[in-house]
């Protein structure tokens, strides 16, 4: 008789049969019913004469509690893979007698070793050279001495060669002779470690170093922490600084109002100027610029303090230099008034009276008295026209000037410069040239600051070219703006020269002992004028070429009789 053994659960049979149809008869485990116990039963065939047929002998083992242990063995080997991996975490051990060598999966991430045989060779090879004595000596230690082995070193991951910092723990185990430990790849935390210690030290750098007093205060008003700049600024030492409350030093604020301060201070921050009391009593002021910081469980006020007393000192002589300045502007204002009316009025009798007397109408002249009472004239003249100069640019200067813009054709404009200007060119055999484009029409500007933007230009033409020269007017569209160019056949001027144009009282023609008239605010004026407009002047000129200015003004303001300002 052959005997089979067959291991069984509950609830399951497992029959081995030599081609006859049997079945198992007293089998408790055929109904249904649950073994709690391991023992062994026997199992016959229903039938004993089986005609020639041979017995078997079935045995069958309980093996719930086997199972169990197994089911609850896997489980926590589960939690335990589970933990190490979210942990990062490997486990590793190393039998001593046979030398063999076991790593756990996460143990093999760690380290980049793919599948393969563990040996000690392979371990060695791990981590850098340098670290191979220390930890050599950890694990004799910790073998003969009993001492506990926490060692930190590099490793040159097997798999992708990168260096990685491992911190690993072990034990011994004394009655398997066997070294069981953990590995846990601590790059990250080491990289962040070191980013703060260098953070930490550069702003420790920054505020002991800081051109600026910074002081933290807590709650309560107390100094927290000062830098050395700070204690310097109130004459105190470090040690005695740390002592005080800010009330110790402020002279402004009583107690409460800087407890308030304190306390109603948010990441935002507060400005504020204040006075402080230095230890030898003296008093200086300073600007504080302070904001709510948590340092741990902690609510500070961080406050940077700037001494400001050199500040106040040029606040105050700029503060005495404006309301001297503004004291002038006045007296300016009502020489200007005065100048206006007690200077512009006789001026006017006097002109007046010039020439009624030499168009004869109180009697016939000698040519001694018509020629003093011309230059009579033609001084008063000159003189009313340096004051009228003179008024338009304070008013410029002072933003008083006003345009009154309107529109009007520009062709007719240039007509009545021209009716005033050719007098002056026919006195010097001047050849006077005016071409107006059609196209322009009508523009929109002050109507009597572009008549004197064009008579400026067109007298000084006049004024530097020489007998029997030409000048030239010239009007065009260009774009949504109007061109105007007045050119002559003059000396010119040179590059030496250029930068002196559109200055104020600025001549260029002081090298030829005053040849020609004028008060050096002619071009000053046009170029104001020109720029109120919204536009542009600019001048090409060569010594012995003659002259060109050219300006352009906008034609398609939408403005009617309005004022504007210069800025």
């Not at 002779?177 to 953070?199: A, F, H, P, R, Y």
């Not at 007098?423 to 322009?440: E, G, R, T, W, Y």
């Not at 260029?508 to 002992?513: A, E, G, V």
Request: aromatic letters at 8%; proline letters at 3%.
């Amino acid at each position: 008789m052959t005997e089979k053994i067959f291991e069984l659960n509950p609830g399951e049979l497992k029959l081995y049969s030599s081609g006859k149809d049997s079945f198992l008869r007293n089998n408790p485990c055929n109904s249904g019913e649950t073994s709690t116990h391991n023992s062994k039963k026997n199992f016959f065939p229903a039938n004993e004469d089986l005609h020639g047929s041979f017995k078997e002998n079935f045995m069958a083992h309980d093996i719930t509690g086997r199972k169990s242990d197994e089911e609850e063995l896997k489980r926590k080997e589960m939690q335990l893979c589970t933990a190490q991996r979210i942990a990062h975490i490997g486990s590793w051990e190393i039998d001593l007698s046979s030398g063999k060598v076991d790593f756990s999966e996460e143990a093999r991430r760690i380290c980049g070793l793919e599948e393969g045989q563990l040996t000690l060779s392979r371990i060695r090879n791990l981590p850098l050279p340098k670290y191979l004595p220390v930890m050599e000596k950890a694990l004799k230690d910790l073998v003969e001495r009993n001492l506990p082995c926490d060692v930190q070193f590099e490793i040159i991951r097997e798999n992708d060669s990168s260096i990685r910092i491992i911190h690993s723990m072990a034990e011994y185990d004394v009655r398997r002779n066997v070294v069981i430990g953990t590995v846990q790849d601590i790059t990250e935390k080491k990289q962040s470690e070191e980013t703060l210690v260098k953070e930490a030290r550069l702003w420790r750098v920054v505020i002991e170093h800081s051109r600026n007093g910074i002081v933290i205060l807590d709650q309560n008003g107390k100094v927290f922490k000062s830098n050395p700049k700070y204690a310097e600024m109130l004459g105190y030492s470090l040690e005695e600084i740390h002592t005080l409350h800010m009330w110790d030093w402020d002279v402004n604020y009583t107690r409460e109002q800087m407890l308030q301060l304190v306390r109603m201070g948010d990441s935002k921050g507060i400005l504020h100027e204040t006075r402080h009391r230095r230890k030898d009593g003296t008093v200086f002021d300073v600007e504080i610029n302070s904001n709510s910081v948590m340092f741990g469980n902690q609510n500070l006020v961080f406050c940077i303090c700037r001494d400001i007393t050199e500040r106040k000192k040029a606040e105050e002589e700029l503060l005495n230099l404006k309301m001297a300045a503004e004291a002038a502007n006045k007296c300016k204002d009502e020489f200007l008034a005065a100048m206006s009316h007690d200077l512009r009025t006789p001026l006017n009798s006097i002109i007046g009276f010039s020439d009624i007397l030499l168009e004869g109408m109180f009697g016939s002249l000698n040519e001694k008295q018509t020629s003093y009472i011309n230059n009579i004239s033609k001084g008063g003249k000159h003189l009313l026209n340096l004051i009228n100069n003179i008024l338009d640019l304070s008013k410029i200067e002072a933003g008083k000037m006003e345009l009154d813009c309107e529109p009007f054709y520009l062709s007719q404009a240039i007509d009545e410069i021209k009716a005033a200007i050719e007098p002056l060119a026919i006195k010097k055999n001047i050849h006077l040239d005016v071409k107006v484009d059609s196209q322009p029409g009508m523009v929109c500007a002050d109507k009597t600051r572009f008549k004197q933007i064009l008579y400026n230009l067109t007298s000084n033409a006049i004024k530097f070219t020489p007998e029997k020269g030409s000048v030239a007017i010239e009007a065009w569209n260009s774009g949504s703006s109007v061109q105007i160019r007045v050119s002559d056949t003059g000396a010119g001027i040179s590059e030496a020269d250029m930068s002196k144009l559109f200055q104020p009282f600025k001549q260029l023609n002081s090298h030829h002992k005053r040849e020609y008239e004028g008060t050096g605010l002619g071009l000053v004026l046009v170029k104001n004028f020109v720029e109120m407009h919204g536009g542009t002047i600019w001048v090409k000129s060569k010594p012995g070429e003659g002259s060109t200015f050219v300006f352009t003004i906008p034609s398609d303001q939408k403005y009617n009789k309005r004022s504007l300002i210069k800025n």
